[in-house]
């Protein structure tokens, strides 16, 4: 199986099955269905809507005023400016913590975090935190993206 562009193999999504097992315990059902979602490339983004551009030849392209980019998955909730700047500021709090390099992969599947060394008696800890902020943020940029338009 393809997750975004790497290959997982079964014990990946055995592993992400049972963590998001964990997740539905500290995140509401709404985050973590968009998790879900995300994660097995449900969400209807309008890349999947391709078939349509002869009636409407931009509905491919990002509803962000000025972005002339495919909306993808990844570029909704990783590369838009919106998404970036948002991206940004959550590695700005978490760097602290976290030895992680925040990748459209580890956000989009819900991967740990690799804890800094003082901090790993804490590490279910960072990591729930992690997860919970991840989740929100998550949810804003899909909620912003589907505000009725400015």
């Given at each position: 199986?393809?997750?975004?562009?790497?290959?997982?193999?079964?014990e990946e999504i055995k592993a992400y099955v049972k963590y998001s097992k964990h997740l539905r315990k500290i995140l509401l059902p709404v985050f973590e269905d968009l998790q879900f979602r995300l994660a097995f490339r449900l969400l209807?983004?309008?890349?999947?809507?391709?078939?349509?551009?002869?009636?409407?030849?931009?509905?491919?392209?990002?509803?962000?005023?000025?972005?002339?980019?495919?909306?993808?998955?990844?570029?909704?909730?990783?590369?838009?400016?919106?998404?970036?700047?948002?991206?940004?500021?959550?590695?700005?709090?978490?760097?602290?913590?976290?030895?992680?390099?925040?990748?459209?992969?580890?956000?989009?599947?819900?991967?740990?975090?690799?804890?800094?060394?003082?901090?790993?008696?804490?590490?279910?800890?960072?990591?729930?935190?992690?997860?919970?902020?991840?989740?929100?943020?998550?949810?804003?940029?899909?909620?912003?993206?589907?505000?009725?338009?400015?």
């Amino acid at each position: 199986m393809t997750v975004y562009s790497q290959r997982v193999d079964k014990e990946e999504i055995k592993a992400y099955v049972k963590y998001s097992k964990h997740l539905r315990k500290i995140l509401l059902p709404v985050f973590e269905d968009l998790q879900f979602r995300l994660a097995f490339r449900l969400l209807p983004v309008r890349s999947r809507f391709w078939f349509l551009q002869q009636s409407n030849p931009r509905i491919i392209y990002c509803v962000r005023n000025g972005c002339d980019s495919v909306e993808t998955e990844q570029h909704l909730f990783f590369e838009c400016a919106l998404a970036s700047r948002l991206w940004e500021h959550f590695r700005n709090i978490m760097a602290p913590f976290v030895r992680s390099r925040l990748t459209w992969t580890m956000i989009a599947t819900a991967k740990k975090p690799v804890v800094r060394d003082e901090w790993k008696e804490c590490e279910g800890v960072i990591g729930d935190v992690w997860h919970t902020f991840r989740a929100v943020t998550l949810h804003f940029i899909w909620s912003d993206r589907n505000r009725p338009h400015r």
